[in-house]
């Protein structure tokens, strides 16, 4: 059983950045596939990022692309979202999941394992 918790969101201006963190615990990420996903109030839940533990591939929504940036940490067994230039569209309730396999998908029924959500507001 792996247990998921993320941290790090809150409100920040249009144009600013935060940093979320992902911390498992019961098992290490190893074998895992490790994404983001956000759901904006009245949207449907959205990939976001994701990256393969073990070769440290990773893959981003085209929304996102060139503004965040994941990343593994294997000794914290953490995984972060680095987000930068942020925009009110952004706005959302941050995910962080995990799945046992070796390749990023963007189909969240995929994802076996699923943090609390943390909020993430950006005002414009």
């Known amino acids: 059983q792996v247990q998921l918790v993320e941290t790090g969101g809150g409100l920040v201006q249009a144009g600013g950045s935060l940093r979320l963190s992902c911390a498992a615990s019961?098992?290490?990420?190893?074998?895992?596939?490790v994404a983001w996903f956000r759901q904006a109030p009245g949207k449907e839940r959205e990939f976001v990022a994701g990256?393969?533990?073990?070769?440290?591939?990773?893959s981003y929504a085209d929304s996102v692309k060139g503004r965040f940036t994941i990343s593994r940490d294997n000794a914290k067994n953490a995984v972060y979202l680095q987000m930068i230039s942020l925009k009110p569209e952004d706005t959302a309730v941050y995910y962080c999941?995990?799945?046992?396999?070796?390749?990023?998908?963007?189909?969240?029924?995929?994802?076996?394992?699923w943090g609390q959500g943390t909020q993430v507001t950006v005002s414009s």
């Open positions: 999941a995990a799945a046992r396999i070796f390749l990023v998908v963007t189909i969240q029924q995929r994802y076996e394992y």
């Open positions: 019961g098992r290490t990420f190893s074998d895992y596939a």
């Open positions: 990256i393969t533990w073990n070769t440290g591939l990773t």
